[in-house]
């Protein structure tokens, strides 16, 4: 049963004054015990299923021991029920991304975390980012000493939500011993979904720089984009400095369907002083049906 299983209805966070903000795409670097202390243990290519309300979770491995390049591929796998969601990497409006704990891994130098492209759902009249039916998290594990078993542990803190939100606090386990190995049943799964992941360079799309300016009163972002071939129905994600949040965009086609231009309202909402945005770094994420791509920009003024 999950240690935290909370009921509360799905509320926009920044309606709660929360400001958290998450950088799981980020490498994560982990100060480990002993790798000794995993030299004896059982094979286990997955941890068992965690059912939750409305959801089965589980940590999974594409291979059955370590490897020479002592990267081991994983995936943190979750089904949902029909209504039932669970959010990208950035709260958006609203949203509860989950949080990972790696520090009780044995033999683990760094994880690191992807996020295949998400839908954009409305609650209230306010967005989030989240996944439905079901999702693999493709997982990077580089470890230690890849001449010694290794024991992944991962503590996740995760929300499943439709108009209200169960929030649940779960320990994954996989245990994996060293040498070569092979490919397991659950390597084309993890792969599927890593192939939804947004790419970085390439993709046959393309963002320009964001602008930001004044316009009548409110704050907007300007981003124009291109494709190689029309798009369908584009959308941008922007993820930004702490307090700042971006709206659903306004979009135009242009050049027959290959031009995007974006409009996209701004609100400060932090408690003390706005300090403005230009010289800021931020994440776009650019999808259209199945595509997707992720570039970085800086902030410039008109």
Known sequence: MPVVNALVRAA???LWGLTVRMALA????????????AAAQDVRIESSWVETDFSRVRLISASD???ADGIVRLGFHAVFDEGWHFYWRSAADTGFPPRFDWSKSVNVASVEIDWPAPKRYNLLGFDSYAYANEVVLPIRVTVADAAKPVSVRAKVFFAICADVCIFNEETFRVDLPPGEGGRTVHADLIERFARLVPVREGGGMEIGDIVVRDEGGRRVAEITSRSDRPFTRPDLIIEGPVDFYFMRPEMTLEAGGHVARFTIPVSY???GADPGLWGSEVTLTLLDETRAIERRRVISPR
């Open 26 to 37: 980020a490498p994560l670097t982990i100060f480990l015990f002993d790798p000794g202390a």
């Open 269 to 271: 909402e932090g408690e």
């Open 65 to 67: 021991a370590v490897g």
């Open 12 to 14: 926009p966070r920044r």
